[in-house]
């Protein structure tokens, strides 16, 4: 084979266009999952497509997010779900039964495949060398429709990995000065292919924790190439005959090469609240603790929680410090009990919680006010814990539990020192990844074969077609890497509305300014100013419906990350990129207006429009689309431009 892995992948689902950087392209998709926070709108979407069955190799939808049900509304949802994968044709994992990524890793994960996701973290298999990437959901019920996914070729960089981690330092450190190296946005636009004899050091569970996280960077994806390693990994599955050998060309070329060398990284630790605040764990040693949690889709497999029980084994956890092991799966749960860890942790002082995302996104395990939690999860944006000004770091288990048993941010590395026989647990693979399959429904055995909503569970609502004139207030004027959860809050209370567009809409930037969805509608719509990596985080298309619904018309930002960007022109609202100087003379309060007719104007290529602004100055604004994108956005999104083409292709899929 020739090429990067990238490339050879992507060559072979190529449907559409060329494999050359920032060019777009259509490729087949192999594999599709969603979750229950965006499932709901992707089988709704599914629906308004008139589909009626999946296409694809595999769909999979699993319940993870709020499997609490604190809310009868939530577990409306988990009802549908369960009846739409049964009416349509996926696998549907029973809430409770794990986090997504970790549970499509222990089921269906298979190197050489394409996959698409309905949440950002779907890239996690490319450590066994799938290419996965997350996006909107109506993007994956598309595919699942059988339609391409379209997207922008990426550049991809090599990450040559060199030498061998150090003891106690972790594939979670790897990741951590990824980020610390490029920050939040370094990977907007690329995949990252990690080569190098560094790669063969590195046991499939610890590169799906660097490929998981690869997200917080930006990037497209990860991908690690496959070697005895992942044949051996499936093989403890009882799946190995998924196996294919997957390497990049010797020759292959690459548009970017970062070397690191593994021998020379040290324990790290992101420092409140952004997943780039990576600093040594040294370097805040002494940091009082209150809260530990291990678990999330990065660093909650059975693997990530077996080092937190040796080490453990026979202590007790500081009483200054709770901590709590939220397993990423069932499997995870069931295996460590039959093990006899879980009496062990339990008898340490450690609480368990379901297998769920919970915590994660504040759904359990709030921090006390003016607390700091050391988590092993993979974003620690302010107020995601589910309290304002929380204070969250981001660590290995390893961190976690040292800090645990301390109370407070230590070294392991010291910790060894002080402490007699507590020796680096390091990865151990169980022989057999054994469990129960009691919670996964296959689509051959479905339990239901018509969808049941529940009354919370409404209509998708649809936008209308550009009109020739864009204007509007400037309603909101935000700073640099806004993220997702400040657009539309994952917490308890919004999120048994995510199949409630009014009802969530409620909710729109409320994280930023209270009294945004009042204005909003006050104001009959308007549009938003934003600085670099406008978006970043979640998939969840919400971030555009609920504005959409709102009447937001577009957003105009220094730079937009990719997953938003994609779902703006879903849902027909224009992503305008801006220059600083534009940036700063814009105030919120502001007229806005394209000088252009704007419609017309998107629809036939125009690159670059004229903003007034109170009818006073002008700037030059940049639309950067391709023509798919020119015709979604002008004809207000996907969905009704889709359904206009009713008709005129055998698949709505094709756009
Ligand atoms: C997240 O980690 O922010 C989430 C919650 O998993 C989201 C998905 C969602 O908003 O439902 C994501 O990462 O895409
Ligand atoms: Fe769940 Fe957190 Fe992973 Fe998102 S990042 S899928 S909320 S565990």
């Given at each position: ?12 689902h ?25 499932g ?21 939808q ?19 779900l ?8 996926a ?16 089921h ?14 779907t ?25 391409p ?9 090599n ?10 330092t ?15 946005k ?10 190098g004899?560094?790669v ?10 660097i ?10 994806t990860s ?14 599955l ?10 990049p060309a010797d020759?292959?070329e690459y548009?970017?090469e ?10 790290l630790?992101a420092?409140p ?7 040594p ?7 009082p ?11 909650g ?8 029980a040796?080490?453990l ?5 500081n ?5 709590i ?29 379901e ?5 994660c ?56 020192e002080?402490l ?19 919670d ?6 479905p ?16 936008q ?18 806004v ?16 199949s ?29 100013v934003?600085?670099?990596n ?10 555009a ?9 577009a ?14 022109f ?20 502001d007229?806005?207006a ?14 670059t429009?004229?903003l ?27 969905l ?10 055998d ?5």
């Open positions: 084979m020739s090429g990067t892995l990238t490339e050879q992948i992507l060559g072979d190529l449907v559409e266009g060329s494999l050359d950087p920032g060019e777009e392209i259509g490729i087949e998709i192999d594999q599709v999952l969603s979750q229950d926070t965006t709901t709108m992707v089988w709704l979407q599914f629906e308004a497509l008139d589909l009626d069955e999946v296409q694809l190799e595999l769909a999979a699993y319940c993870d997010h709020q499997t609490y049900q604190f809310d009868y509304k939530n577990t409306d949802d988990h009802r549908f369960r009846s739409a994968a049964g009416t349509f044709g696998y549907f994992s029973r809430p409770g039964n794990g986090i997504c990524h970790q549970v499509h890793k222990e269906f994960a298979a190197p050489g495949r394409t996959m698409l996701g309905a949440d950002s973290h890239p996690t298999p490319g450590g066994l060398g799938e290419f996965a990437i997350g996006a909107g959901g109506l993007d994956v019920a598309v595919a699942m429709g059988g339609g996914y379209y997207f922008d070729m990426p550049k991809v960089v990450v040559r990995l060199e030498g061998e981690l150090g003891p106690w972790t594939a979670k450190d790897v990741i951590l000065e990824m980020l610390r190296r490029l920050s939040v370094g990977g907007v636009g690329k995949v990252f292919e990690y080569t004899p560094g063969a050091t590195l046991s499939v569970p610890e590169r799906t924790t490929t998981n996280m690869g997200t917080e960077l930006g990037a497209t991908i690690f190439p496959t070697d005895e390693h992942t044949e051996d990994f499936l093989r403890r009882g799946r190995e005959e998924v196996y294919e050998e997957l390497q020759d292959a548009d970017d970062i070397v690191i060398d593994l021998s020379t990284i040290e324990p630790i420092v609240s952004m997943p780039d605040n990576v600093v764990v040294r370097e805040v040693a002494g940091t603790v209150d809260q530990v949690i291990i678990g999330s889709c990065t660093n497999a059975y693997e990530d929680i077996l080092p937190a040796k080490m084994e026979g202590r007790e956890i009483k200054t410090t709770e901590m092991i939220a397993p990423a799966s069932k499997q995870a749960s069931e295996m460590l009990a039959r093990h006899g860890w879980t009496a062990e942790l339990m008898a340490a002082g450690v609480n368990f919680s297998a769920t995302c919970g915590a996104i504040g759904i359990g395990h709030v921090p006390a006010s003016d607390s700091v939690s050391v988590r092993t999860f993979n974003r620690n944006f302010e107020g995601r814990s589910g309290i304002d000004g929380d204070s969250v770091y981001l660590s290995s288990p390893e961190v976690a539990t040292a800090a645990a048993i301390t109370g407070e941010i230590v070294d392991p590395r010291d910790l060894a002080e007699d026989g507590l020796e680096d647990p390091g990865i151990e693979l169980p022989e057999r990844y054994t469990g129960s399959t009691a996964i429904i296959s689509p051959d055995d339990v239901d074969d018509e969808l049941i909503k529940g009354p919370n569970i409404s209509e998708v609502p649809l209308e077609p550009l009109a020739e004139e864009l204007r509007g207030e400037n309603l909101l004027k935000m700073g640099d890497n993220t997702t959860d400040h657009i539309t809050p994952a917490n308890a209370d919004a999120l048994m509305f995510r409630n567009i009014p009802r969530y809409a409620e909710f729109t930037l409320t994280r930023i300014d209270s009294s945004f969805p009042d204005r909003a509608k006050a104001a009959g719509g308007g549009v938003l934003a600085g670099e406008y978006g970043q985080g979640s998939s969840r298309e919400h971030a419906l609920c504005p959409m619904y709102l009447g937001v018309e957003v105009f930002a220094k730079s937009f990350a990719r997953i938003h960007k994609a779902n703006l879903n849902f027909g609202l224009v992503p305008f990129r801006i220059d600083e100087d534009t940036y700063d003379r814009i105030e919120q309060g007229e806005l394209i000088v252009d007719d704007v419609g017309p104007t998107i629809r036939d290529g125009a690159e429009f004229t007034r602004v109170n009818d006073d100055w002008e700037a030059e604004v940049v639309l950067d689309a391709s023509d798919r994108e020119r015709r979604l956005v002008a004809a207000g999104g996907k009704p431009y889709t359904k206009q083409q009713a008709g005129k292709a698949t709505p899929a094709d756009d």
